[in-house]
């Protein structure tokens, strides 16, 4: 299994470009995540899926949108890119939410994405 | 609203000696997770242990372990033995899994450690 694997690990982009992030995931779990890591803020929510066909809002949500149209992909889209939103981009899934008894729900992290945003 | 606080930016320890980590958290839900990841230089998200709010003993990972104090709402990561590879940036995160929740994890804004040889 290759667990949690996003594309692209690096990009730069100019100022008012777009682009797609690409998370995919082979364990068959339901709820997937991005978030963005900026220094000294830790991890934040930007948008979530709780299932194939469904997303949601996080926390930082403004300038991105996602899509979950099949079950072990969830991309994330920068329409017009913005220098504050320079960040490395972090995507991660569950099973569930409550999980089976005796789990930890554990979440499993991609390897991230560093943006560069000129 | 939950809340996780990591009081210790940074942090130094000689090598071959633990190490505890603060985490303190803030939630009105009785049904909880807490997490503890390990981000080394190279920037991946590594679990290393969890600890459930029902939980009676604290958890335990090879030579990770949870000091869980449910009524002080802290849940401290101590390293025993540390090692110069035990260098890294440590995150706390909790998450609960209460009516309306998201599921996502709310993290800290981490500790620095670095292991002296």
């Known amino acids: 299994n290759a667990g949690v694997t996003q594309t692209p690990k690096f990009r730069v982009l100019k100022t008012g470009q777009s682009m797609t992030l690409l998370c995919a995931q082979d364990?068959?779990?339901?709820?997937m995540y991005w978030y963005r890591q900026d220094p000294g803020m830790g991890l934040r929510l930007i948008h979530y899926s709780v299932g194939e066909g469904t997303t949601a809002k996080g926390e930082v949500p403004d300038g991105y949108n996602v899509s979950r149209l099949k079950k072990q992909n969830f991309l994330l889209g920068l329409e017009s890119a913005a220098p504050s939103q320079t960040s490395v981009y972090f995507c991660a899934s569950s099973y569930s939410l409550v999980g089976v008894a005796g789990t930890n729900n554990e979440q499993f992290f991609g390897p991230g994405t560093r943006l560069t945003v000129l | 609203a939950q809340k996780i606080t990591q009081t210790q930016p940074g942090m130094f320890v000689q090598e071959k000696e633990a190490v505890t980590l603060d985490c303190t958290y803030d939630t009105s839900d009785q049904s909880y997770g807490l997490f503890w990841y390990k981000q080394p230089s190279s920037g991946e998200m590594i679990f290393l242990i969890y600890q459930g709010s029902y939980d009676e003993q604290n958890a335990t990972e090879g030579r990770y372990s949870l000091n869980f104090q449910k009524a002080r709402k802290s849940a401290n990561l101590v390293i025993s033995a540390s090692q110069l590879g035990d260098s890294a940036m440590y995150f706390c995160a909790m998450r609960s899994p209460g009516r309306g929740s998201q599921g996502n994890l709310i993290f800290g804004k981490g500790t620095k450690l670095s292991v002296k040889p």
């Open positions: 364990m068959n779990h339901e709820y």
